[in-house]
């Protein structure tokens, strides 16, 4: 099992920067990839972005809304990954979630939030305009 704690949210004005982090403990050695989701009030819990590695290479994974804005990345010893956010817009506004799997699951599933069985708790992050 692998336990997640995500921190580093917080209210912002459009246009700023936060960086968060998901640290993670446990069976961390066995972790195939991370992601990270969010879920605005009344709406799904949609994907922003994931990270795995094979082979010695990293390989990043972003949705639409948030490419060349966002980037995922992550320390391997420190077992945290992080989420850099830049040019943030009141529409990234939500609860933003870390997720991880230690299945080797399929590139397309990547954005697919039942493909991962362990999440944080989740932190609010606030752009206003």
């Known amino acids: 099992q692998v336990q997640l704690v995500e921190s580093g949210g917080g209210l912002v004005q459009a246009g700023g920067s936060l960086r968060l982090s998901c640290a993670a403990s446990?069976?961390?050695?066995?972790?195939?990839?991370m992601g990270w989701f969010r879920q605005a009030p009344g709406k799904e819990r949609e994907f922003v972005a994931a990270?795995?590695?094979?082979?010695?290479?990293?390989?990043?994974y972003y949705a639409d809304s948030v490419k060349g804005r966002f980037t995922i990345s992550r320390d391997n010893a420190k077992n945290t990954d992080y989420l850099q956010m830049n040019s943030l817009k009141p529409e990234d506004t939500a609860v933003y979630y870390c997720?991880?799997?230690?299945?080797?699951?399929?590139?397309?599933?990547?954005?697919?939030?039942?493909?991962?069985?362990?999440w944080g708790q989740g932190t609010q992050v606030t752009v206003s305009s």
């Open positions: 997720a991880a799997t230690n299945d080797r699951i399929a590139v397309a599933t990547m954005t697919f939030p039942p493909s991962y069985d362990s």
């Open positions: 446990g069976r961390t050695f066995s972790i195939f990839a």
């Open positions: 990270i795995r590695s094979n082979g010695g290479s990293t390989y990043t």
